[in-house]
């Protein structure tokens, strides 16, 4: 039952006409929709539109429409905010039917105020803006979303998306790459009212930096804004293939990160996703970031090649792989392993080819056995390395006789070890060369000399050995280390006769008789028996053919002789006696 103007009027009909909605502009216009409606008999007659102004008043007629149609305009509707509307079919068919439709307000009621459930960032750099339209009774009249963007106080609308299109909408172009990005949201209903502007939210932006000296990867990302104190924490993904999907590393419940474990020199791929703290799984992604890592390698080897005696001193040479990467080194010695010292720190800089070499002139190699270690370290000041702990060769030589007996220490620390050790020998004479004379076996650290030397201008006998390293050394080295030199050295043995015949007979030259002797710089005077220097020479072996120093013979008499004979081992010996010119 319809109450018209206090009259009761009966709706006959079975089927009814439906309003739409009722709008109302800003100009005072109502516009009245409705759904299009075939009376039974198909016999149109009119269309009657009636209206209060508030619920407490009567319906009366507002106009009536001589074709079918589905609205009405009713420009003068600024007193009808708070009332409604319907109307009335009326046809030709048969007993004049005449059928009512529902009754409704004017809507004069913004869509509710709506604002994003997450913003997330896409791997290409687009954004998904997502929201939700529940409870759904209040988006019941919802019919498409204002998509803005923020910037500072302005707001900038982008895009209109529909119901029927979903609860999202994708920006692209965002530059979410570059920046963080802030978005909002404005409802519009089936009367174009466009609710108030919601609260935005802005996407994560994540950054990364690596500290190649800690080995270290650390994400820094300015925080999602949107949920207020809701964010649960965030989820740090990362991929060294994107296209093969993300592995989740870890949570942060700030906005840093600190990756330790990553592969060096490997191009990885990260972002962040924010997790809100809710009852069902709402989530935000920070845009995509790639990083190739870059960390000081990692030392395959600090490895002491040798060590070797060279003269009075002892050499060490090393290598390493990182060359470009070393700080500095440092070498330590010690006569034990377990007691090792630091002697100096080496610069870095001095490296050819991966190679060093340190001559440590503090040692005495011909009495004690020196252990080296050396120490690297990269050029961020942290320890990167620790080599073998090799050691010096110390020769020994006993002799009985013409026998010689040497022996020396195990040299050891090769990656390739010892192959064989070369005996070397060096006779001092006038030049002096060293020749092979024998070798051992690893294990043989001894060799026995026998022959003899002597009658020499300077004779002197000296040797050394020569540790020769393997073909297997892992490092591609094929090293060689010298001990010291061990020499020995015989007394001078001396005759002088006790007379002479110049020019006649076998002993035509006053001289001694040497051997082991240094017949170059010994010396010998004859003095008559006055005192007088008569002769005088370095050349011993030459000797006094009786002659004064005017070239005239000498009388036969007695004359004094005083010899000073240099040893191989420099040592001067003096002789002085009597001896008979006749």
């Not at 007193?79 to 009335?88: A, M, P, R, V, Y």
């Not at 994003?116 to 954004?127: K, T």
């Not at 030589?397 to 195990?410: A, D, E, H, I, P």
Request: aromatic share 14%; hydrophobic share 35%; glycine share 8%.
């Amino acid at each position: 039952m319809f109450w018209l103007l206090g009259i009761s009027i009966s709706n006959a009909a079975v089927n009814h006409p439906h309003l739409k909605r009722i709008c109302y502009s800003v100009s005072g216009v109502v516009t009245i929709n409705w759904y299009l409606y075939t009376d039974t008999c198909n016999k149109f007659d009119k269309i009657l539109i009636y209206g209060r102004q508030d619920p407490d008043s009567s319906f009366r007629p507002i106009d009536s429409i001589k074709y079918n149609t589905n609205n009405y305009v009713f420009l003068n509707g600024f007193n009808f905010l708070s009332g409604s509307f319907f109307i009335e079919y009326v046809s030709n068919c048969p007993g004049r039917t005449i059928s009512f439709s529902d009754t409704m307000v004017v809507d004069v009621i913004r869509p509710p105020v709506t604002q994003p459930d997450s913003v997330s960032v896409l791997s290409d750099g687009s954004v998904v803006v997502g929201w939700s339209t529940i409870p759904a009774i209040l988006y019941s009249d919802t019919k498409s979303f204002l998509l803005n963007v923020v910037k500072g106080s302005k707001i900038f609308p982008i895009d209109t998306v529909y119901r029927n299109q979903g609860n999202s909408g994708v920006v692209k172009n965002s530059g979410a790459n570059v920046g963080p990005v802030t978005y909002s949201l404005a409802a519009v209903d089936s009367c174009d009212n466009i609710s108030p502007v919601g609260p935005s939210h802005t996407t994560i932006f994540l950054e990364a930096g690596q500290d190649s000296c800690k080995y270290t990867v650390t994400l820094s990302w300015l925080p999602y804004l949107g949920w207020g104190t809701s964010v649960k924490y965030y989820e740090v993904y990362y991929s060294l293939d994107s296209s093969k999907g993300y592995k989740l590393y870890g949570n942060a419940t700030g906005t840093n990160f600190t990756l330790s474990d990553l592969l060096n020199f490997k191009k990885y791929f990260f972002f962040v996703r924010a997790v809100k703290n809710s009852s069902t799984r709402i989530t935000s992604s920070s845009n995509r970031i790639t990083l190739t890592t870059q960390f000081q390698k990692v030392f395959n080897y600090v490895y002491i090649k040798t060590v070797s005696v060279v003269g009075n001193s002892i050499q060490v040479d090393w290598a390493t792989s990182n060359d470009n990467e070393v700080g500095y080194f440092e070498l330590y010695r010690g006569k034990n392993t377990g007691q090792m010292k630091l002697i100096t720190r080496i610069n870095g800089g001095g490296l050819v080819n991966g190679l060093y070499t340190y001559v440590d002139s503090d040692v005495d190699p011909s009495t004690d056995i020196w252990f080296y270690k050396v120490i690297v370290y990269n050029t961020c000041g942290h320890e990167a390395g620790i080599s073998n702990i090799p050691h010096n060769i110390l020769l020994n030589l006993t002799k009985v006789g013409r026998t010689k007996n040497l022996t020396w220490n195990m040299y050891d620390q090769w990656s390739g070890g010892v192959f064989l050790y070369n005996v070397l020998r060096t006779v001092e004479n006038s030049n002096p060369t060293s020749q092979l004379i024998g070798f051992e076996s690893p294990l043989g650290l001894s060799y026995t000399d026998v022959d003899s030397f002597s009658d020499y201008v300077r004779p002197g006998v000296c040797y050394q050995i020569k540790a020769l390293e393997g073909d297997s050394d892992k490092f591609g080295f094929r090293a060689e280390s010298f001990s010291n030199t061990v020499c020995y050295i015989d007394p001078p043995i001396v005759f002088i006769p006790n007379a002479f015949v110049p020019d006649e007979g076998v002993n035509k030259v006053f001289k001694p008789v040497v051997s082991l002797t240094d017949t170059v710089n010994s010396v010998m005077s004859i003095y008559n028996r006055w005192g007088e220097l008569i002769f005088k020479t370095n050349h011993i072996i030459e000797g006094w053919d009786g002659k004064t120093k005017d070239g005239n013979w000498a009388p036969s008499n007695v004359y004094m002789y005083v010899i000073e004979v240099i040893g191989l081992d420099n040592t001067p010996h003096a002789y002085t006696g009597l001896f008979t010119l006749l």
